[in-house]
């Protein structure tokens, strides 16, 4: 009986543990932005120096580093110090930080995609075949992002109430 019970137990340790692979899960998306912007610079490299490609790959990355400065920060988010309440104030920080981030991640990565239309377009030959494959990519990665962020909706929530109830 005793070792149930420990298994059940919900320790402080294990929601700041949660509550941190919350915060890394967001690290990681700031590092996919990086490799997208370091994507684009490798496209300018091979890029056959055509303005045009070159001005739309630098205007993604551009809309990469706004992305990344404005929506990307968690430096009022991390926890400084490990107590029940600051770990409230926290998820409700990062409550506030994930809506904003969802409001407009697809805008900002949609904008990178199409970015690569003209590199794109001149492999393909035909820019109809790239901005098809583009506008695929988006609806892809649109998907996936939506189903994530409600992923991460319900561990939010769920870790919320279980901090709230003791």
């Not at 690290?27 to 684009?40: D, P, Q, T, V």
């Not at 630098?58 to 029940?84: C, D, W």
């Not at 001149?122 to 998907?143: C, E, K, P, Q």
Request: a positive charge; aromatic letters at 12%.
């Amino acid at each position: 009986m005793k070792n149930s019970k420990s298994k059940n137990s919900d320790t402080f340790q294990d929601q700041f543990k949660e509550f941190k692979l919350l915060i890394l899960g967001s690290k990681m998306a700031k590092a996919s932005s990086i490799l997208l912007i370091c994507f684009s610079v490798t496209l300018m490299f091979y890029s056959e120096k055509n303005v045009f490609i070159l001005i739309s790959l630098a205007i993604g990355i551009a809309v990469m580093l706004v992305y990344i400065f404005k929506f990307l920060s968690l430096r009022n988010i991390e926890q400084r110090s490990h107590t029940p309440s600051s770990l409230t104030d926290s998820l409700s920080k990062f409550k506030v930080f994930m809506k904003q981030r969802k409001k407009f991640e697809i805008l900002y990565i949609s904008i990178w995609f199409l970015s690569l239309v003209p590199f794109v377009s001149s492999y393909l030959g035909s820019g109809l075949d790239a901005i098809i494959s583009i506008v695929l990519l988006i609806i892809i990665t649109s998907i996936l992002g939506m189903l994530a962020f409600i992923k991460a909706d319900k561990k939010v929530i769920t870790l919320e109430n279980r901090v709230q109830s003791k």
